[in-house]
C-alpha cells in the first residue's frame, strides 16, 4: 500500500512538473506566448515559490488534456525525434490529425510509475470520459466509446468507426505484463 501511494505522488508530481520551465515575463504576456501557470511540488524553497512558472506549449504539434485525471501534455510531429516514447507521448505513424474528417489520431505513451509514464492514470478513464486535443489554436473534444485490451505482441488493431473522426490511446494494462488496453474516443466537439 505505501508503495502504491508514494508511486501515485511521484507520477503526480511528473505530470505537474513540465520538462522544461520557464519564467513568464511582461514581454510574454504582451506576445500572448501560450503558456499555463503550473502547481509547484511541496518541497520547493520558498524563494521558487514566489516566482511565476509556466509550461510553453507552443513548441508541440498539438497538446492532449484529459481533465479527469489531471494530463495535460504536448506531443510532437511523427517526424520530429522528440515523438519518442521514451520522451513524451508519442503520435503514431500514419495518424491523422485532428481536423481530418473520419481520421485516427493514434497516441502512445507509458503507464507505471516512471517520470515517462504519462498515461498512467488511463485506467482511470469510463466510456464517456471526454479528452481534448488543442490543434493549431482550436479544441477538439472527444468521448470515450470503446476500451479493451489486446495482447501485447507489437500489434494493436485498432476497433473503430471508419466513419467517425477517432482519437485513439494506447498502453499498457495496469498491473498485466501480457495486454495492452487501447482507449477508442469520438470526436463530439
Not at 485525471?69 to 520530429?80: A, M, P
Request: glycine share 4%; net charge negative.
Amino acid at each position: 500500500m505505501r508503495d502504491e501511494v508514494y508511486s501515485d505522488m511521484k507520477i503526480a508530481m511528473m505530470n505537474t512538473i513540465p520538462t522544461e520551465i520557464v519564467e513568464s515575463s511582461e514581454q510574454d504576456k504582451k506576445e500572448n506566448v501560450i503558456a499555463e501557470k503550473v502547481a509547484m511540488p511541496e518541497n520547493v524553497s520558498k524563494q521558487e515559490e514566489a516566482k511565476t512558472y509556466v509550461v510553453d506549449y507552443s513548441k508541440y504539434l498539438a497538446v492532449l488534456e484529459i481533465p479527469k485525471i489531471g494530463l495535460k501534455r504536448g506531443f510532437y510531429n511523427v517526424d520530429s525525434k522528440y515523438n519518442n516514447i521514451e520522451y513524451n507521448v508519442t503520435m503514431v505513424k500514419g495518424s491523422s490529425l485532428p481536423n481530418v474528417e473520419n481520421g485516427n489520431l493514434i497516441l502512445m505513451a507509458h503507464s507505471g510509475d516512471a517520470y515517462i509514464s504519462y498515461f498512467a492514470y488511463l485506467y482511470r478513464l469510463n466510456v464517456g470520459d471526454m479528452a481534448y486535443v488543442t490543434y493549431l489554436g482550436k479544441r477538439y473534444g472527444y468521448q470515450i466509446v470503446n476500451i479493451y485490451r489486446v495482447e501485447k505482441n507489437g500489434v494493436v488493431v485498432i476497433q473503430r468507426n471508419d466513419s467517425r473522426t477517432t482519437l485513439t490511446m494506447i498502453t499498457c494494462t495496469k498491473d498485466d505484463d501480457f495486454t495492452q488496453t487501447v482507449y477508442i474516443a469520438e470526436l463530439v466537439e
